[in-house]
């Protein structure tokens, strides 16, 4: 009804369940006058993005940092990457570290970290 009314249903608050756009409310802004949906298309569009994106200052690029971007772009695109996960077990090494601080501290000594 809205699409055939050239209504831009985004335009339109909702008062149904959940905010929901029911016939009413479409009906409601043909009475009332809405946007139409060509109108809303070419002068919504940047505050639909708006809302997603936080407003922020647009700064230029020294040509350094332009460079050493491509570069660190290009490098991860073409050098194959891998990454390494390895479980080890601890549990000596630890027992060990416990006894050596056991000993230092009885001498006075530090504590290895």
Excluded: C, W
């Excluded at 194959?80 to 601890?90: K, N, Q, T």
Aim: no cysteine.
């Amino acid at each position: 009804m809205a699409e055939a009314a050239g209504v831009a249903i985004e335009r339109i608050a909702g008062t149904g369940p959940n905010g929901r756009v029911v016939m009413a409310d479409v009906q409601t802004a043909i009475r009332d006058g809405v946007p139409s949906s060509a109108a809303s298309a070419t002068s919504g569009d940047t505050s639909d993005l708006a809302r997603f994106f936080p407003p922020f200052e647009d700064v230029s690029v020294s040509t350094i940092k332009k460079v050493t971007a491509q570069r660190l772009t290009e490098s991860k695109r073409t050098v194959p990457h891998f990454y390494l996960s390895v479980d080890v077990r601890m549990d000596r090494l630890m027992d060990m570290r416990k006894s050596l601080n056991g000993a230092l501290q009885s001498d006075g000594g530090g504590k290895i970290s």
